[in-house]
């Protein structure tokens, strides 16, 4: 498959919805060698997989270093994705993150200890710039991360948490009818 059939791709495009959206975000970059080593993992055994295997490495190494944004292509991430800005940004290759997720500068996505288990973000959550998200928590889908904060607790849908360790702001109840 090439990159104008891969519709995560063309999601992630449809995201940054402007003219020559290459020249106008560098972690589409990232983001670009991140879906053809998908595709290169998709295809089946062969020469043309274990030479595009090699290319994969050598572009990922270039994105990671140019960008400052690591996205390993054994992380399972849906169509959509944002990433505002440059740098910093870390994601396990075991995480999983669902569609339409958004992620800024300085963002972390990984384990607490070495060989501990990871994170799970549903379609829609948007993380702040420099949160770091550790350890196997669930992040809801459409909940909100405030920046340089530390989620080490799983976060309901639609809840918007913040600071370190990080709480939710607002309570979703607040403001609601109480049931008969
Ligand atoms: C170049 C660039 O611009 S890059 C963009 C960088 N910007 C970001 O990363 C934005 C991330 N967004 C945030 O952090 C936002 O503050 C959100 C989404 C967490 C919350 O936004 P809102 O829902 O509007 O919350 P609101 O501003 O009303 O704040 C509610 C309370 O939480 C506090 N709060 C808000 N964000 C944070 C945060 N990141 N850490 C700690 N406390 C916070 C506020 O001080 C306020 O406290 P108070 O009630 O005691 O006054
Ligand atoms: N619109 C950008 C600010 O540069 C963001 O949300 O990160």
Not at 41 to 69: M, N, P, Q
Not at 124 to 147: H, K, N, W
Request: net charge positive.
């Amino acid at each position: 498959m090439r990159s104008r059939d891969d519709p995560d791709w063309q999601a992630d495009l449809r995201r940054v919805n402007q003219p020559r959206p290459l020249f106008k975000e560098q972690s589409l970059w990232a983001i670009w060698v991140y879906r053809y080593g998908r595709r290169v993992d998709a295809r089946s055994a062969g020469l043309r997989k274990r030479l595009h295997t090699r290319l994969y490495w050598l572009l990922f190494r270039w994105a990671e270093t140019v960008t400052g944004i690591s996205l390993p292509k054994a992380a399972q991430i849906g169509g959509g994705l944002r990433i505002y800005h440059f740098g910093g940004v870390f994601i396990h290759p075991e995480a999983r993150i669902g569609s339409h997720c958004t992620l800024r500068q300085g963002v972390t996505i990984g384990n607490k200890t070495e060989g501990g288990p990871v994170p799970v973000l549903e379609d829609g959550v948007e993380l702040g710039a420099y949160a770091q998200v550790i350890g196997g928590v669930r992040l809801g889908a459409g909940c909100r991360v405030g920046a340089l904060s530390v989620v080490t607790r799983d976060v309901p849908p639609g809840v918007t948490v913040a600071g370190a360790p990080a709480r939710p702001l607002h309570d979703p109840s607040v403001g609601t009818v109480p049931s008969p």
